[in-house]
Every structure is written in C-alpha cells, then in structure tokens.
C-alpha cells in the first residue's frame, strides 16, 4: 500500500541580498509503501534537508504536492499543521534535541503530553518500547547523564511512541560513535522489521546500507539498492 507520494515538487529560494533566486529541488517525484526503509544520500546542497523539512510540513514547495495516506500536508492550514505532524510523524535528528530539564522519560513523554494523553496511557505505551531499545534502566536520568547513543535511542523511542505513520530521520548516526552507531542501526532494522516505515537522511554509507531503498540525486528511487 502506498503510504507517501511526492509529486513534482519543486523549491525555489530567494537570497536574502541581491534578490538572486537558488533552486533547491526541481521537479521531484517518487512514492513509498508502508512498511519500506528508505535512505536519502546526496551530496552537500544537494537538496536532502529541504526535501526532508517539506515532507515534515516545516516547509512548504513552489511547487507540487505530498501526499500523506492520500492526505495532500501541503495544503493542511497553518493553524493545524502541529497536530497534524504529531498525530503522524515521528522526528529523530542528528543532535538528539532532547530537553535538559526532562527526565528521559518525561522527553519520551512530549508528543502524547502535547496530544493531551493521561499519564496511565503514557506510561502503560512507554515501557514495551523502552525495554525494545534498552533503555529502560536510564529513564528517570537525564540526557546530560546518559551517553550519546543512549541519548539517541531516547529519541527513537519519543518518535514511536505516538504510533506514527511515517518516522523521518534526519542524520541520525551523525553525531554517534562506530559501536552506538551500529546499535541504532540494528534497532531501526528491527522496527522496520515489525512494520514501521523510515525514511533517513544520510551522509554515511553504513547507515543507508541498511536500508532496503535508496533515494539519490537527482532523487531517483533504486529498490533493493544493496542486493
């Protein structure tokens, strides 16, 4: 089942000084089934993070649509924009962008305190999830005590726990050691394995070796990339 369609996007910046017009994407166009785990790879200025912060409704195109289960967020109005990406997607960046004054835990929490969620739910959703990343025991620490990876898979976990359609990644092992990197890597083949789509921005050749497509400039879809 098709789960994102991008249709013909195109984005076209204006610099700030001199009026000068800069093309970040030209006519972009693919599709992702659910259950898929894309790497997106391109070189520097190549388009990723623009791409990436449209299909995260940060950003909207010149031209051209996304559509989300048939749901173009193009066209989603500003003022439900936010519930729109919580009730759907799942963020991990390169920087973790965990808060230092919340408990793991309670940085796990964030999108279902903003969903309005009662905390009995919250809790009885976080620990299937915790003890899948082996996190578990570093809940009630906070980030400034816990590791980079751990940091990380923290916030893998927030990402998840809203039951997302679609978890967009942005650098994820980018500021990650070689052994928390392949830990990451072998808990986000593991979730896609049990059913969720990913679709990562990466510079690193590792990482999107573990996808099962791959997505590079001038964005041409290639299935089963690594076979």
Not at 139 to 167: M, N
Request: charged content about 20%.
């Amino acid at each position: 089942m098709t789960l994102l369609q991008v249709q013909h996007l195109r984005k076209v910046y204006t610099t700030r000084f001199g009026g000068n017009q800069v093309e970040a994407l030209s006519d972009v166009s693919f599709s992702v089934d659910a259950g898929d785990y894309i790497a997106i790879m391109g070189e520097s200025g190549s388009g990723k993070t623009t791409l990436l912060n449209i299909l995260a409704a940060l950003d909207k195109p010149t031209r051209g649509n996304v559509l989300l289960n048939r749901k173009n967020i193009v066209q989603i109005p500003e003022k439900e924009i936010s519930e729109f990406r919580r009730n759907n997607l799942g963020f991990v960046f390169q920087d973790f962008n965990l808060l230092d004054m919340f408990s793991i835990q309670d940085n796990i929490f964030v999108p279902l305190v903003l969903s309005g969620k009662k905390h009995k739910e919250m809790e009885h959703k976080l620990m299937p999830i915790a003890k899948k990343l082996g996190i578990e025991h570093i809940l009630t620490k906070f980030p400034y005590e816990v590791s980079g990876g751990q940091k990380q898979r923290a916030a893998v976990a927030r990402a998840l726990i809203a039951d997302p359609e679609l978890i967009l990644a942005d650098e994820p092992t980018g500021a990650l050691d070689s052994k928390s990197t392949d830990e990451l890597l072998e808990h986000f083949g593991q979730i896609n394995k049990e059913g969720q789509t990913i679709l990562m921005v990466t510079h690193s050749i590792k990482a999107a070796s573990h996808a099962k497509c791959l997505l590079t400039k001038p964005y041409i879809l290639l299935y089963s990339a690594w076979s």
